[in-house]
């Protein structure tokens, strides 16, 4: 098995053409068949299935594309180390949630963006029920996501505790249940709730501990977006479930309340996550440090700080 092959096959498995990865190659169509059916031959498994015209991965060929992924990106970053120590070039693949892209991460990739600017982050957002696959596939290098605290991930996952915060109950400083000294689960049963989407974290996290008080929201409204949560708490449409990070600003000012619940406070956890058994490159390892000066010193985590930005 040689680099060769591994690219090739890459290109194949990602394309599912030969004709394609022959041609980003730029090699014959049947070198790229000759060398899949080498490697095949090596490892005495099939890679792909032929179906009529189409081919498909094989599951051996999920597991070795895996590895192939890992292997040809540390090949490319350690012959940049190498060649040009001074400027690393490369990709970076990240998944972080909407919520800590927008008022936790901006910071940290600016520091990051201003140390290897030859670094191209591809940040995208991964749900909580794909991200371990991911990272355990090598599509995802680094993790940002929510999660209840002390919550225990795949054995193959590293994960770091970043901060700690509240799940908020958000309102309009003119709702009836702004003026409440406290509120109860089952003041929200007739209210119309604004959550975001069913995979979020903390909207499971808010209706298990309603359900757990024996409340059934009679109407709820689904968005794909914070801001147009907040917009639409200070317009009056309903209440929302929000991380406290998120609306820390219109608290301030007075355009939000929290409603201050009787029951235990939700906890919600943030935490950066990688492969266990993967080698840190050293990028992935600056990553982690930018990562923690920001979350762990907790000077930059006041509120003022945050919104100073915003």
């Not at 999660?147 to 225990?152: G, I, M």
């Not at 975001?196 to 409340?215: I, K, N, P, S, W």
């Not at 801001?227 to 991380?243: D, N």
């Amino acid at each position: 098995m040689d680099f060769q092959q591994l690219r090739s096959f890459q290109l194949v498995a990602r394309t599912l053409s030969f004709t394609r990865a022959a041609e980003v190659l730029d090699y014959a169509q049947s070198s790229v068949t000759a060398q899949i059916q080498s490697l095949e031959k090596e490892l005495d498994v099939r890679l792909f299935d032929r179906l009529g015209r189409r081919i498909v991965l094989t599951e051996a060929g999920r597991r070795l594309l895996e590895y192939a992924e890992r292997i040809l990106q540390m090949t490319d970053e350690a012959l940049l180390a190498v060649t040009h120590p001074e400027k690393p070039t490369g990709h970076l693949h990240m998944s972080a949630p909407e919520t800590l892209t927008a008022f936790r991460l901006p910071f940290l990739l600016r520091k990051f963006r201003s140390k290897f600017p030859g670094i191209q982050l591809l940040l995208q957002y991964v749900h909580r029920s794909e991200v371990f696959q991911r990272i355990s596939e090598g599509k995802v290098d680094i993790a940002f996501n929510f999660d209840v605290p002390n919550f225990e991930p795949p054995t193959n996952i590293c994960v770091r505790e970043l901060a700690r915060e509240r799940l908020l109950v958000i309102a309009p400083p003119d709702h009836p249940l702004a003026g409440c000294a406290h509120v109860e689960a089952q003041d929200f049963r007739h209210e119309l709730m604004l959550l975001t989407e069913t995979f979020c974290t903390y909207r499971h996290m808010f209706e298990d501990a309603v359900a757990a008080q024996g409340v059934r929201l009679a109407e709820t409204m689904e968005y794909h977006s914070v801001e147009a949560i907040k917009q639409c708490v200070m317009a009056g449409v309903g209440l929302g479930v929000l991380p406290e990070v998120a609306v820390a600003r219109e608290l301030r000012e007075e355009r939000l309340v929290a409603l201050e619940w009787s029951e235990e406070p939700l906890i919600l956890s943030t935490y950066v996550m990688w492969h266990r058994e993967r080698a840190l490159t050293p990028v992935m390892e600056e990553l982690l440090r930018i990562t923690d000066s920001y979350f762990l010193d907790p000077s930059p985590l006041s509120m003022d700080f945050i919104n100073s930005f915003r």
